[in-house]
């Protein structure tokens, strides 16, 4: 059966988060962003509120929703502020997330039970200022001492990092293998000596994110820190957890997408040129049914990978799909939003300026449009 209904139950969560977004995220969304910080006090009250809790289980403290409800809150959070929607996604999908699919009983137990509750903030270290998208690249290494493991290098765009408690980082176990092979997934906390976060990454968009570069210099961590208990895991728990986080970035595109047009479409009725509300031109009404069409299209995208990994089907590619139509849609539409607001779209005083420059980084982090490309055309056997 094919049902494109939300079930009562993601109806009433979307409300929440809907209520939480217009009425807490949106007054701060302007001001953070000018300011390049994220405010303590709404992180705060979002742990509270459970935003940091969503997939997982409640015997790990988590809320016991779905991936589904996950995507339905960062679509939310994004409408109205792209950075509080990166916050929570990086934390559940990328740190939580692979320590739920990952871990062994005692570090969900140690690790993943602060995370799931919201009192602790996770963040992922895998770029490395030499590799990107050729994550292979990776030149972090964690030899073995005995019972522990000694990390060094430099992670580079680590969202979080300001402020996280957990750090999931990958680095090499293994240097005379490929890094498929050889590298390895570690739980470090952030006061282990030797573990340094730069001054954030000054940005044109998301700018109330944290983003820095962590250095680890002779950081020594147990053994038992090894995500899943493990060594040579690290590069496919690295592929799977993006997987997973792309679902995420494309409800981040999708809540960009339509938050710049609900804000447009105040604009329009309001503004008078010629005598008329700038939405009685049809080039004005047929430009934001383009648009609306474009973000339905992704939000069905978004779901169905969504509704994918929640079912237990493999997702991935449905994933990538999603996140590169979703962030491409994010792109020509705050851009036709900004076009319908003419000077005023231009100026900073008016939201959908800031959603256009949110908007990019979607093309490119979590792996950028071209690999999305790759994974996609992998599944399709073409070779
Ligand atoms: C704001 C922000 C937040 C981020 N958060 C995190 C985080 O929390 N944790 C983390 O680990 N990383 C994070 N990243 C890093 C992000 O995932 C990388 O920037 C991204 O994967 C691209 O890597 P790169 O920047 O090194 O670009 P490169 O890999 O150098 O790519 C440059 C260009 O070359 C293209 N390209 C590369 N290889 C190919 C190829 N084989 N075929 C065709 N084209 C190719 C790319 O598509 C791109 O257009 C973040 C980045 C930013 C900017």
Redesign the pocket.
Known sequence: MLDFTLSPQHQQLQQLYRSFAQGRVKPLAREMDEREEFDMALLQEMKEHGFFSIPFEKRYGGAGADVLSYALCIEEMSKVDASTG?TIS?HTS?CASAINEFGTEEQKQLWLRPLANGSKIG?????????????AGARTTAEKDGEHYVINGE???????AFADTFLV?ALTDQSLPASKGMSAFLVDRSTPGVTVSPD?P?M??RA?S?AAVTYQDVRVPAANLLGGIAGTGFKIAMKTLDGGRIGIAAQAVGIAQGTIDEAVRYVKERVQFGRPIAAFQNTQFKLAEMQTMVDAARLMTYRAAVAKDQGQNYSTYAAMAKLLASDVANQVTRGCVQLLGGYGYAREYAVERMMRDAK?TE????????M??VISSSMRLK
Do not use: H, Q, W
Not at 155 to 161: D, G, H, L, R, V
């Open positions: 990166l990086v990328l963040c992922f270290g895998l770029t490395e200022p030499n590799a990107g998208s050729d994550v992670k580079i765009f680590t969202t979080n990092s990958f990454i940005r968009g998301i994110a983003n980084i490119i982090y979590e792996g950028t449009s071209e690999v490309k790759m």
